[in-house]
């Protein structure tokens, strides 16, 4: 289990999954109540699109998460050119002393496929080396979890959206070889994926905006 201590510093960083949790409070509340008397310092520094490596912002000068991740990407993930002042996310884990990091990534590079696959296992391994290597609060390693995509739901009776089958067989596969590539590490894995087919399955209300975000 991840282990939180007192005045534990815990920080998402990822995709919109994590960056719609801001919409609503839910999580950080929770984590309060569960641990009333341990005053954790929580930040939230997720983005729509962030990948393991890939993590572009108009205030930075360049797109890249750590040394070597732009071997990942293709040309559509080229540096912007901004010359802004905006500090890294390894600088901003640095500087606020990041004791847990909960990871959230897998769900737009789903949509590469197959083809895709590898190249995704390599670029999270190479990102779970490279954050296990640091020591951003200054004395140890920091505590790590990679949580998967949530599953597609089906909206397709309401909206102009696809009913979600490739885009679960892809997100499925994709959600597996993060397990893979975190027991490689021997890492923390959360699987969101099959607990969220399960949501779906069970509520007669829609659970997300557009078969992707959740709502409320």
Request: with cysteine; hydrophobic share 35%; glycine share 6%.
């Amino acid at each position: 289990k991840l282990e939180i201590r007192k005045n534990s510093r815990i920080f998402l960083i990822g995709n919109n999954l994590c960056s719609r949790m801001m919409n609503f409070g839910h999580f950080e509340t929770e984590l309060q109540l569960r641990y009333p008397d341990s005053l954790l310092f929580i930040r939230n520094m997720c983005d729509g699109g962030n990948t393991p490596g890939f993590r572009p912002h108009s205030g930075r000068n360049a797109p890249w998460a750590f040394p070597g991740a732009e071997k990942f990407q293709t040309e559509l993930a080229n540096n912007s050119g901004s010359e802004g002042h905006l500090e890294t996310e390894d600088q901003w884990l640095t500087r606020l002393k990041a004791d847990i990091i909960l990871a959230f990534f897998g769900y737009n590079e789903s949509f590469q496929g197959k083809e895709g696959l590898e190249n995704y296992k390599a670029e999270l391994d190479a990102f779970i080396k490279h954050t296990l290597s640091q020591k951003y609060n200054g004395v140890s390693a920091p505590q790590l979890a990679i949580v998967s995509p949530i599953a597609f739901e089906d909206l397709s009776s309401q909206y102009d959206l696809p009913d979600g089958k490739r885009e679960n067989e892809n997100l499925a596969m994709y959600t597996a070889a993060m397990k893979e590539i975190a027991a490689k590490n021997n890492v923390h894995f959360i699987d969101a994926f099959t607990p969220s087919t399960e949501w779906y399955a069970s509520s007669d209300a829609a659970l997300t905006i557009d078969g992707s975000q959740l709502n409320d």
